[in-house]
């Protein structure tokens, strides 16, 4: 029986921009203060590359989830580091499963329906390219189109979390979507 050919993927630190926006989106204020989205990016290449071997993966959808799995590790074990409650392997599962989430946010903010082979490859590379047009625009215009657009909030909620006016948050929200079109390229 023949086995399909395991795809040629790309070097794993070209995937930081990904694993920063979802790093991104997981940490709340309150552990950004104690945790460097750089940093933990920079652990998940890390570990990522250390453990490549263990990757069984074939497709770019599949390398993508098991990076998830990965940047989910060291999240938890670094924010463990900075916690005092012991280990919970319950919350390592839930962060996750809120990281998957947010990467399906993340493609339904770019796809529509593609259930094609083809299509999963095509909208893996189109996640990695809004990951990387999206570290381009300004930190405010990033910050409410991942509130907004990839966290699901409310426009108000938006503003309140921000501490901007709502009329304010809707003027970086359009820049901002402006900007990603502009960097992104025609459709």
Request: one cysteine or more; glycine letters at 6%; proline letters at 3%.
């Amino acid at each position: 029986m023949n086995r399909p050919s395991k795809e040629k993927h790309r070097p794993i630190e070209e995937y930081g921009d990904y694993l920063r926006l979802l790093t991104s989106m997981q940490l709340g204020s309150r552990m950004r203060g104690k945790l460097n989205e750089s940093d933990i990016v920079q652990q998940t290449v890390l570990e990522a590359c250390r453990n490549e071997n263990q990757f069984k993966g074939q497709t770019e959808t599949e390398r993508l989830a098991w990076l998830r799995a990965v940047l989910a590790n060291v999240i938890a074990g670094t924010a463990r580091h900075y916690s005092t409650q012991s280990r919970n392997v319950g919350r390592e599962y839930s962060l996750e499963a809120e990281l998957n989430l947010s990467a399906s946010r993340l493609e339904r903010a770019l796809t529509a329906d593609q259930t094609s082979p083809s299509g999963h490859v095509v909208r893996a590379e189109e996640v990695l390219a809004l990951a990387k047009a999206l570290s381009q625009v300004s930190e405010d215009q990033r910050e409410v189109l991942e509130l907004h657009h990839l966290k699901g909030m409310p426009l108000a909620e938006v503003a309140t979390q921000v501490g901007k006016s709502r009329p304010a948050v809707a003027g970086l929200l359009f820049r901002g979507l402006r900007k990603l079109r502009e960097l992104m390229g025609p459709a």
